[in-house]
């Protein structure tokens, strides 16, 4: 009896621990959702990282920023303008389908009809396909960033989104007011299918079973997502053990979970750059460029990352982070208060001048009290800053007027390139090419505008990070703006959920690698 | 209700842009300009007004921006977590406020008495949002007795999903309901002292106490009677701002009812979803307030309803 009892004993124990590793659910906790399951409605870090979870790219960033291949597992140069692009075999579709190149070519030119996606692949001109695994993404020009963009394409089920939904609108129409099938429908060819969506409270997944990478370490059977937009109440929940994974952790609470023995923090240097953009149209002192330099001199900004940020950020001299073609090491931030006073003096403003000054309160991290931080720096060369701060929802309407003389920008190159940061930040403002759109500064330098131009169509890699880094120097030497800093992002979990594996500096967790213990 | 609905619409401009969340940061402005033409929103104030109205003629209340469903559809599947979320609240204050009120008065100057009145002051001074940290933080992380955050296990009854019915439900309604409580908490203690204070003054609570009646039945049964009328007035008004409070305690818990909602809306300038929020809680107030005269005009002796004398 004894025996016996001891027998069912361990078999239910073995029982239970069988249990407990077939299902492992991962509990997490963003500060916001996906407002939609369509991979290409909107262009957003939560579109991208639920693209992730759903769908597969061609390609995607290690977290080196080197190149992994998924979908496609090779790619070459065929021309200038032509790279082609080798599918897996045997890739199944949610829905049960396997991946051709057709679904690729089909998801191109959806791609290409998005709102939101269709400017960064206006280089293209078509995607081809070669016989069934093969495709071809061809462009207008020769083309430096192909396989950068290849990382955006989640390539969908061709003939899921095909026809009619039952109000027969076409389940392939992209709408980005209202319902559409796509919105709420999903078969990709990713690690978890949907099983549950209540927008704004919960978001459960479970595992592909056919999921193609069978080499994946991941573990995980299900996924609990639920958004909390309060930083301390994300906080509260990891550390009692609610939620398993966190993000972003507030710059408040990273000693307290530094200290946690339940829990890990990681954090690194995204590539999002905070800066201020200074208005020559509003301001006639700033078409000086000594002006200019001596405002960069007054401000401190190692001191902001160190003191506002809590070392949640990376004190920068200019646009391009680490990792970018064009950053280069040697421009370093600049602060020199007894400097900036003589430019100032030299320039003629010793007794200084007004400036309006606006920046949002909810957008960046810490964004309105480094905003206060700058405002007092100026302060001491005499600079007197009206400061103006706002939530984000006004302060984009106030940031297209251009309302004020002094205001605040965050970056991050949605290409992973350099580039991107010169085209929106400080090309000349164009209209009709979208050049310049995020230039408030109204800065204008034909020499940066050439050089720029003249990198969308440089296709040698070496040759074209000196162009890009050159545009940094000059960017540099001009104080074109007032850079401060490279936001770090952070991630919090549990002990026994392995996140150090599968966060990244492009904010894009990939949670199906990602190992619970 | 429409003069809600006209500021509501003047103010629509300063609210932000809400393409400006539907859309990437880095979509030109042209694409961005045909989208707002689309939805209708480059129209003056009044035509947008005129259009709403023309739609709320024929039940549509608009479509959210974020959420991509009707306004009203939306605002009514949050209702019944703010309704529960408030209806708990209540109950503590009622189940706390009504005691400690009659404790406060017929002891007046017992150490318990003075104890509860400062520490309904510090109630009344610390801000919501912090009370609900600090409750997460002893109960949740320290103690880990109750969840930090959302409603848990809730059952679909028809149309409306409760937390009520599970036990999971229960326990994460505990620390919300007390934070929104502990804003009313203080007030009601006081307004119950007050009024009982002043009912024992009266000449036949003396009279009953000296014919020997047990002290009990007189506070209880003849006072208390007689004070919860003002109460009931009061308390209804209440309701309103009780309403507002879940604003922030909904937020702090994530707690997925209106008042997190609206927060949602407003901080992405759903505008379609904030009009709607306005419109629906200005008819909660008058339901409420006629609510509260037809329960007060009940409790009052002194009114008939059914004018038979």
New interface residues.
Partial sequence: MRLFLLVASVALFAACAAQGAAAKTLRM?YDSDP??LDPHE???GATLQTSHLLFDPLIRFRQDLSIEPRLAKSFETIDERTTRFRLREGVKFQSGRTLSAEDVVWTFNRLKQS??F???FEPFSEARAVDGLTVDLVTKGPYPLVLNLATYIFPMDRAFYSGVDERGRPKAAI??????FA?THASGTGPFIVTER????RLKLKRFAEYWDKDSPGNVDEIVF?????P??RV??L????VDFIAPVPPTDLARLKQASCCTLITMPSTRVLTFELNQERVPAFKDPRVRLAMVYAVNSEGIAGKIMRGLATAAGQLSPPGYAGHDPALVPRYDLAKAKALMKEAGYESGFSVTMMAPN?RYIEDARVAEAVAAMLAKINIRVDLQTM????Y??RF?ERAAGIMMIGWQS?TQDSANFYE?LVMTPD?DK?YG??NAGNYSNPEIDRLTLQTQSMTDRGARAEVLRKIERLLYDDAALLPLHWQHLSWAARNNVKIGAIVNVIDMPYLGDLVIE | MLAILIVAFAVRASLGDPLREIMGEAVPEAERAELRHKLGLDAPWPVQLARYLGGAVRGDLGTSTIYKRPTLEIILAKFPASFELVLGASLIVLLLAVPAGIYCAVRPRALGARLILSLSVLGISIPVFLTGIFLITIFSVWLGWLPAFGRGETVRLGPWETGLLTRDGLAHLILPALTLSSIMLPLFIRLVRGAMLDELGHDYVRTALAKGASPLRVWLLHALRNALLPLAAVGGLQVGTLIAYTLLTETVFQWSGMGFLFLEAVTRADIPLITTYLVFVGLLFVVTNTLVDIVSLMLDPRVDLEGTR
């Fill in positions: 906790a407002t939609s909107q262009l957003s709102p939101d269709k400017a960064l709408v980005k007011h209202g319902a559409s919105s209540e927008q704004g409270m639920t958004p909390i937009k309060e301390a109440t509260a929940a550390l009692a053990g609610d909810n939530p984000k929802a006004q984009w309407q297209d949605d929106f209209k979208g759109q995020y």
